[in-house]
């Protein structure tokens, strides 16, 4: 690529766009289950988990220096794919070369000890899913899942990837865009972060459904007005019982 001096020929961003956006055309008609990081409006990530992925990050002052550069590169669509299995990330980053780069990211799994100590904390404090999901719970619970080093979030050590790319640096641009790609993708589907993390997300929540269940149960035996008898039920559809003269 043509330099002025020490630094790269300034490309518009409309033109990067536009360039991402040509090669996952192309890429698509060979993949049909491509699925590129696409953003709504400026903001990486509007939703807890999403948000909290990527405060997690900036916490670390060996990822704070060069996470910008990645910021850039999701926000003009270069991510573009990103797939996320248990505890691994491969993603393929659009750079300065027509060909992209391709991403790995493994991160370890929570340590079994870390996560008996905030499944305990949790105990039915968490009322159902769709609280979890929606980061809805008591604010201390919060600032449990996100404490540095102790919370459900994965510390720098890990943390481990590779790129393709030739930058010398062991964290480039490209890699940093997935990581923050990562937080975007939680925005549609926050579960994505416990199969990454290797969490049964049912933990979270067992102690609330092992009470409920137990409650039902005790209930399973008494009467209530608000079931029908048998011959009210016979009744309400017009059916004689056996023996009823007709």
Known sequence: MARYGDYPEYVPVSAKKAKAQKQIEKLRKKNPNLAPVVLEGRSIARTWWGKAWNHNLELYADYSNRLARGRSYVRTGSVLDLQIDTGTVTAMVQGSRRTPYTVQVQIDPLPERQLKNIVRICDQRITDLEQLIAGKFPKELGELFTA?????????????????????????????????????RFDGDPMLFFTLRNIDFHLLLKKTIEQKMESMLKNAGKSTNRVLADPDVFGLFGIKEDGEDG
């Open 148 to 184: 540095k080093g102790q919370g459900l979030f994965p510390t720098n050590k890990e943390i481990h990837f590779d790129c393709t790319c030739p930058d010398w640096a062991s964290m480039c641009k490209h890699v940093t865009a997935v990581l923050y790609g990562v937080g975007a």
